[in-house]
């Protein structure tokens, strides 16, 4: 920083600034501050401005080893955020999420000096350890379940499993079957509260379950035996993926959709819109959850506090060409 002043011909102090992105130094300063550090090269020692702000710009982000939409989705939404905000992350993987696991990934990172750790929780077995953290470092819980004590951000999974089966229902059909994710998934597990909710206040007939596992191939399976049944004439399925497999059971067993059966999605992955037919699904906004944890995150290492703040961001129904009214031909 020194050499950097001196070529300039500035104080260090104002290498500093510059290097900060203080307002206080002048345009032509900083452009001669900017040409010194290009010309010789300097790049910021990170252990030394650890040393003296007591911040490593660092934050941790844990997540599942899981190639699913919504928690890839997720993860690219925080690092975007991070990006934005400054900070490098380093990431852990705690595989299916065992408690043993995601406390090690937690010491882990602590050590590391991190700044404050991000993790994706949607495991309901996840819930004890990140209680047990959050109440020693700046921790926040990304779709985690809303019953722990620490912070967290989520979509309203109730809320979009109320959208998508209102939307059923107010086109008139009787009732909506449902394929569910797996038992341990706290999406999975509002998604079916939220369906089992609005058939109830509805008063209509509320199916047996059809349990996936968020794959495309559980999904078939579900759809094997939906496609056998003459009186199903609506669907929701707790993912896109598994919606996808339903579709290609239905469509090898002549059911037609959806003029003989409607199927509704969730997550609105990018293939949604070029399904067969265009699916209608349920949009959760990852990029404004990843914004939402950072800020959320950033507000507890600033102000040195913990947290027990629950951030939920409404999910959006995007209706396409897979649902209709029962009997009424679709168009084309």
């Known amino acids: 920083m020194h050499d950097v002043a001196r070529l300039a011909g500035v104080s260090h102090q104002t290498v500093s600034r510059v290097l900060n992105g203080q307002s206080s130094v002048s345009p032509r300063t900083s452009a001669l501050v900017l040409a010194a550090i290009d010309e010789l090269g300097y790049r910021p020692n990170s252990a030394a401005r650890t040393l003296v702000t007591g911040r490593s710009n660092t934050l941790g982000l844990i997540t ?89 951000v989520s979509v309203d999974q109730a809320l979009g499993a109320r959208l998508a089966t209102s939307h059923l229902l107010g086109l008139g059909h009787s009732t909506v079957w449902h394929v569910t994710g797996p038992a341990g998934w706290y999406e999975a597990q509002e998604r079916f509260v939220g369906w089992t909710q609005t058939l109830a206040v509805a008063k209509a007939e509320i199916p047996p379950v059809l349990r996936g596992d968020w794959t495309a191939q559980s999904g078939y399976e579900a759809g094997q035996i939906l496609s056998r049944m003459p009186d199903v004439s609506a669907v929701f ?96």
């Open 64 to 152: 599942i080893a899981s190639a699913l939409h919504g928690p890839m989705s997720t993860l690219y939404g925080v690092e975007a955020a991070a990006r934005e905000e400054g900070y490098m992350l380093t990431v852990a993987n705690v595989g299916d999420g065992e408690p043993a696991a995601l406390d090690k990934a937690l010491v882990s990172l602590q050590k590391q000096g991190v700044d404050g750790i991000v993790v994706v929780a949607p495991l309901i077995s996840m819930g004890d350890a990140l209680s047990a953290h959050a109440r020693h470092l700046p921790l926040i819980a990304v779709e985690g379940s809303p019953s722990g004590s620490f912070p967290v």
């Open 237 to 332: 399925v707790a993912n896109d993926q598994m919606a996808l497999g339903v579709l290609r059971a239905l469509h090898e067993h002549g059911r037609r959709v959806p003029d003989d059966i409607s199927v509704i999605g969730f997550d609105d992955i990018p293939e949604a819109a070029n399904f067969i037919p265009p699916l209608t699904t349920v949009a959760q906004p990852f990029s404004d959850v990843g914004r939402r944890s950072l800020r959320a995150l950033l507000k507890q290492i600033e102000s040195g506090t913990g947290s027990d703040e629950r951030i939920v961001i409404t999910p959006e129904l995007v209706v396409r060409e897979s649902t209709l009214a029962p009997g009424r031909p679709a168009a084309g």
